[in-house]
């Protein structure tokens, strides 16, 4: 693991400790990543974390939530510009800034990846409809495929056919999430399943509201059936990068392409069931991806 000085060494540690408390369906900075990885790829999850939970303040208005994420790239921006002094400041957020600053310095990462990233939290306070798979993918290549990325620049990988694949498998763990949420992004107000996807199925919003509690109508599980359709290929074309690099990384990615790729076959499964069921992992499922894992290059 990397020595530095105490205060940047608290600066990464509050990053981690922030990676291991919140559950998700993906790892971030696991054991499986070569040690020397983690703090970096810590302290971009936290960036992220911190920018997410600004968006998703729904009590608060869609501008006060956009201007809170102006200030918080531009407190990265200037953290980037300026060398900080050796006392890191105390406020947990900064330490988060500190930490990134220094990554995205000593790594030469491109920080317009991050504002790739905070102007997709931005889209999240305002838009809660897309009308097409275009508009669903530019989302997905700024909330989601800069992540892959940034992983790829920490581990020394600059390979335009690995970014490329690594979109791909991003996107695609990006979409499986939106259907495995169906439910919940529902009752929340927001939708991502493409309006020319509803208007090809016959499907409309009213079925939902009629049913809040029930199976959905059999448009609304063409519709998804549609939508896993379009993972599967993002799936497809996301294999690559999990041979393209070497070492621990690529376990890494392949457990979290087997991963994300389970959780669609849930997802496809219980499509009549999305309103009020949750596709996700158990420890049922630990056997299989292990078994996948195995003979990897024979699954598809």
Request: proline share 6%; with cysteine.
């Amino acid at each position: 693991m990397p020595v530095w000085p105490e205060p940047l060494a608290r600066a990464y540690a509050a990053c981690e400790a922030l990676a291991r408390s919140h559950y998700e369906n993906f790892p971030v900075a696991s054991k499986l990543l070569p040690p020397p990885m983690r703090p970096h790829v810590a302290a971009v999850y936290a960036f992220a974390r911190v920018a997410d939970d600004i968006a998703d303040e729904g009590s608060s208005p869609a501008s006060d939530r956009l201007a809170q994420l102006y200030a918080w790239q531009r407190r990265l921006h200037a953290a980037v510009a300026v060398e900080r002094s050796d006392e890191a400041p105390p406020d947990h957020e900064d330490l988060i800034v500190v930490a990134l600053a220094h990554s995205i310095r000593s790594l030469d990462l491109p920080l317009a990846l991050f504002d790739d990233l905070l102007s997709a939290f931005g889209q999240d306070t305002m838009t809660t409809r897309y009308g097409s798979w275009a508009e669903v993918f530019d989302y997905c290549r700024r909330s989601a495929n800069p992540v892959g990325r940034l992983v790829l620049r920490i581990a020394g990988y600059r390979d335009a056919a690995l970014d490329r694949s690594s979109d791909a498998m991003c996107t695609a763990l990006q979409l499986t999430n939106f259907w495995q949420d169906f439910g919940r992004d529902w009752r929340a107000g927001r939708l991502y399943v493409p309006r020319e996807v509803l208007a090809a199925c016959g499907a409309s919003e009213g079925e939902l509201a009629a049913t809040p509690a029930g199976p959905i109508a059999s448009t609304w599980t063409a519709a998804l059936e549609q939508c896993v359709a379009a993972t599967q290929e993002q799936f497809s074309s996301g294999r690559a990068v999990c041979d393209g690099v070497r070492g621990r990384l690529q376990y890494e990615l392949r457990f979290t392409w087997l991963g994300g790729h389970r959780i669609l076959e849930r997802v496809n499964r219980a499509r009549r069931e999305l309103l009020t069921y949750r596709p996700a992992l158990g420890s049922a499922d630990v056997p299989l991806l292990l078994w996948r894992a195995a003979r990897w290059p024979a699954h598809a």
